[in-house]
């Protein structure tokens, strides 16, 4: 029998010697193709996969869900042998169903069980058929399980009727409603954790505040969005304009596009701008690079292309470094007004917030106008008051005449 191959935790980045372990793609026993991908791990700055090295089974997975490796760790092997008959469509879960492990079986109902959702099903005594997948590609992820797991419980709190029909008992277990669950802060979050401190730490932050009405962006977007969605193949949003109206905002007031090194300041001819995105594993921050030379349509499409890959933790760790300014939308889950906090190195962080229809006064009348409030953090020791107010200014006439992008005004 030829010797097993070992799968080694890659290295992933520079200065990166620690990883988590993140969801195994197949169960020990699985057949596997060559390049197939085994695993997810968890970085300090994005989610990458580990493929196989070779075709055959894995074996000697040593490394669960939510621990933690060195770059160079063994985490599992590669087994060569004949490739089973059932096999030969892709994936298969003929080695699951040689040694008895049903973990990425294929249920009518679910796609593929992944190995931590089995082991959650065992724990509590369900089938794969009870619970809904919501996976990509149909798989039943943990996350699921758990959901419906917690579904359940909440349903046995609930009042029931009495035998008598006029009383109401609450079936509740006080240790179930007082319950902990202790969990490693993810590679993810510790180093958003740091980031954030370090921010508050070394800089000198201070925020502005504006409003702008947005019903000259939105009367576009009506006018052109079927044309737009037609022609480049994506939906105009809110965000191409913001990135090009920041493009401006930072050729003018260059302060803010520019960071602390040392006992220098860099400034930077060029426009790398950092979008906010929720993703699998939480808010991520991927980089649209030269801005300044992308179209309204280009934008959308890198976002749309980092949101997908967000959402199946596909993200690159060149894809999150490099930025010189970001903006970040808490409108989109319904923020009113914040402060965002910047990203060191750079000195600057835009903050959108939702669209309320709001009482403004127009040429000495009161009328109702689609309003949003922004906000500029920025890096006192770099950026003055009055640049920082200028910028945020710069922000609001260019979205409250967007023919300005065009006119260069």
């Known amino acids: 029998m030829s010797e097993a191959i070992q799968v080694e935790v890659p290295t992933v980045g520079e200065s990166i010697s620690e990883v988590q372990i993140g969801q195994w793609l197949k169960a020990e026993g699985d057949w596997v193709n060559s390049g197939e991908d085994l695993v997810e791990i968890e970085t300090e700055k994005a989610s990458v996969q580990i493929p196989a090295p070779a075709s055959g089974f894995l074996r000697n997975i040593s490394k669960q869900e939510e621990e933690f490796a060195n770059v160079g760790d063994v985490i599992a092997a590669i087994e060569p042998g004949e490739k089973p008959a059932e096999a030969a469509g892709g994936t298969s879960n003929s080695g699951s169903a040689a040694t008895g492990n049903p973990d990425t079986s294929k249920t009518e109902s679910s796609g593929f069980v992944m190995p931590a959702a089995q082991r959650l099903l065992d724990e509590h005594g369900l089938s794969a058929n009870q619970v809904p997948a919501r996976g990509p590609g149909g798989r039943l992820l ?30 509740t277990n006080d240790s179930e409603l007082r319950s902990e669950e202790i969990k490693p802060l993810s590679m993810l979050r510790r180093t958003i954790a740091a980031r954030l ?144 906090i910047v990203n060191p190195p750079q000195s600057g962080i835009l903050g959108l917030h939702s669209i309320q229809q709001r009482p403004v006064a127009i040429d000495g009348n009161v009328v109702i106008r689609p309003m949003m409030y922004v906000a500029l953090t920025y890096d006192h020791r770099i950026v003055d008051g009055r640049e920082a107010v200028g910028f945020l200014k710069t922000i609001k006439d260019v979205i409250e005449d967007p023919a300005r992008l065009f006119l260069e005004l």
């Open 142 to 171: 943990k996350e699921d399980v758990l959901a419906f797991v917690r579904e359940q419980e909440t349903k046995t709190t609930l009042p029931t009727p009495s035998p008598a029909g006029n009383e109401t008992s609450l079936v």
């Open 197 to 340: 401190v370090e921010a508050q730490q070394t800089a000198a932050l201070l925020t502005t505040f504006n409003e702008i009405d947005m019903d000259p962006v939105m009367k576009i977007r009506k006018k052109y969005k079927d044309q737009f969605l037609e022609r480049h193949g994506v939906k105009l949003g809110f965000m191409s304009f913001f990135a090009k109206a920041a493009v401006e905002a930072l050729r003018r007031y260059p302060a803010v596009n520019a960071e602390i090194r040392g006992d220098d300041v860099v400034y930077r001819h060029y426009q790398d701008i950092g979008v906010a995105i929720g993703g699998g594993k939480g808010l991520v921050v991927p980089v649209l690079r030269n801005v300044e030379r992308m179209s309204f349509a280009d934008v959308e499409q890198s976002i749309g292309n980092f949101a997908r890959q967000a959402g199946e933790n596909r993200l690159q760790p060149t894809d999150l470094i490099g930025g010189t300014f970001t903006i970040s939308n808490g409108g989109v889950y319904g923020s009113l007004l914040s402060t965002p």
